[in-house]
């Protein structure tokens, strides 16, 4: 469907706007404007939380060693999957520079945000010539979800984009609109072979970048040459850019792309969460549910009607038969319902319907913000904070820089789950994984020797037999939990945690 356009004034006149036009204009944009500069503030402080560890320690590995760099977590040469292009350039750019691993991640971090700023605004101008369009849209991509907060990488709320902006799945999520908008166009008017092997390219780009956002960007497409019509389609094009695409994913060689999709249940455990709290996180979002029924009663081929559909069969499946991980597909159902819910102002028939849409979904999006402006105290702190946004700030934790002075890259150290997803970013290694990973073959090993080191009961002799199967140096724990004349404490941190020295 084309954009509901104003009529044409007539010849050599300019249409003319009254001031509450304007103002209603303008509002998107400076609301849109604010949130990026929010944002930008945020990437100032990189709040941590969730997997930065995991991507700090991934670019450190790949400054020491751009062809091998091994496990990014604990002392072992297996692949991972995190060695992405994205991460492989970033730390190409740490190994030229010098720079902090952190100071790389946020430059990661403004790359991502442009891009995903870029993005939206490429994909939208496809949807609507309304000039307000695209500000309205990424508003309701960054506000319209829950009253109920989800930080999950991938995931587009305020507060999730805010703990995430560093990552991978950022980069991908904005090359994803890029890849859409491009489609789109490429669908619309003859183009060359050249265009459709680029867009193979990109394609795989993506699902190596961030393989849960490919699998969002992949249901985009596909509903993007759906709502082509297949007679529209020059599918020897197509195929031969998905054939690039697969080639490449073929020949990446940090890891087996292929390799993922026997991936272990840990990975389903770990993803149930995304099915709980089911309304409260997303039930802003039914506003857009209801614009995708208006548009697809205009045009049974609305592609963003059509990309919602396709979403929402795969977070469906994922429930039903128990493959949680697959909730991870999310977005592709959320993504066109919250862009429908923005188009709607403008498109939806006459100015009367329009305006009364428009107050709902200003409605909603102010009970978004609402609920997810505990964000900006990632920029005043926790304790600027009023006392009404405290319950919606996610706290970051604290990292492990006081080990630094003593603990050296490749040393490797003993430490709980937690901690073991924190110390790597630094360059040490842990003896069990902080998160799952089924390319290291005695991870379940790694993860039982840890326990059984922790456990109370553990003989002396054990522990130590443990320390040195390992070839561990340092352990990270509480001032009591760890008894031992082997150890010494040389350091003290937050929440009572010591450093010791395994003496030799």
């Not at 066109?336 to 102002?345: M, R």
Request: aromatic residues 12%; proline residues 7%; contains cysteine.
């Amino acid at each position: 469907m084309r954009a509901a356009l104003p009529e044409a004034p007539p010849a050599g006149r300019a249409a003319p706007r009254s001031a509450a036009t304007r103002g209603r204009a303008a509002a998107p944009r400076v609301a849109a404007a604010l949130v990026v500069v929010l944002l930008l503030l945020v990437i100032v402080r990189l709040p941590w939380a969730g997997d930065l560890g995991m991507h700090a320690a991934t670019v450190e590995r790949l400054r020491h060693s751009l062809l091998h760099p091994g496990n990014p977590l604990v002392d072992a040469d297996t692949p991972s999957p995190y060695y992405s292009p994205w991460i492989l350039l970033l730390g190409c750019v740490a190994k030229v520079t010098g720079l902090s691993v952190f100071v790389v991640l946020r430059l990661a971090a403004l790359a991502g945000l442009g891009l995903l700023v870029t993005g939206v605004w490429r994909y939208v101008r496809t949807l609507s010539a309304h000039p307000a369009a695209p500000a309205l849209a990424a508003l309701c991509l960054v506000l319209l979800w829950g009253t109920a907060l989800i930080n999950w990488s991938g995931f587009l709320s305020l507060n999730s984009l805010a703990l995430t902006v560093s990552y991978p799945s950022v980069l991908a999520l904005g090359l994803a609109f890029h890849f859409w908008a491009w489609l789109t166009r490429t669908l619309r008017a003859p183009a060359g072979w050249g265009a459709w092997l680029g867009l193979g390219a990109l394609w795989a780009v993506l699902l190596l970048c961030h393989q849960f956002t490919g699998v969002v960007a992949t249901l985009g497409a596909l509903a993007a040459v759906l709502a082509a019509r297949p007679a529209r389609v020059p599918w020897p094009r197509l195929g031969a850019g998905a054939a690039l695409g697969l080639l490449m994913l073929w020949l990446w060689p940090y890891y087996d792309f292929f390799a993922l999709f026997s991936a272990g249940g840990d990975l389903e455990e770990v993803h149930r969460a995304l099915y709980t709290h089911f309304l409260g996180r997303y039930w802003l979002v039914l506003v857009g549910v209801a614009a995708l029924a208006l548009r697809w009663r205009r045009n049974r081929w609305d592609p963003l009607a059509v990309f919602f559909l396709l979403g929402a069969l795969v977070c469906a499946a994922g429930w039903v038969s128990g493959h949680y991980s697959w909730g991870r597909a999310l977005p592709a159902a959320l993504i066109p319902a919250q862009l429908a819910a923005a188009l709607e102002v403008f498109e939806g028939g006459r100015r009367a319907v329009r305006i009364r849409w428009a107050w709902v979904l200003a409605g909603a999006l102010a009970a978004g913000a609402w609920a997810q402006a505990g964000v900006v105290g990632y920029v005043v702190g926790r304790a600027a904070l009023p006392k009404a946004l405290d319950i919606t700030y996610t706290a970051p934790w604290t990292g492990y820089h006081w080990i630094t002075p003593y603990v050296k890259y490749g040393d490797v150290v003993m430490a709980r789950t937690f901690p073991s997803r924190l110390i790597p970013a630094y360059g040490p290694y842990t003896v069990a994984p902080g998160y799952p990973d089924f390319f290291l073959p005695d991870e379940a090993r790694r993860k039982a020797a840890v326990q059984r080191y922790f456990a109370p009961g553990t003989p002396r002799g054990e522990r130590r037999d443990i320390l040195r199967a390992y070839g561990v140096r340092w352990v990270v724990d509480g001032r009591t939990t760890v008894r031992d004349p082997g150890l010494r404490a040389v350091a003290h941190g937050p929440g009572g945690q010591v450093l010791y020295a395994v003496l030799r």
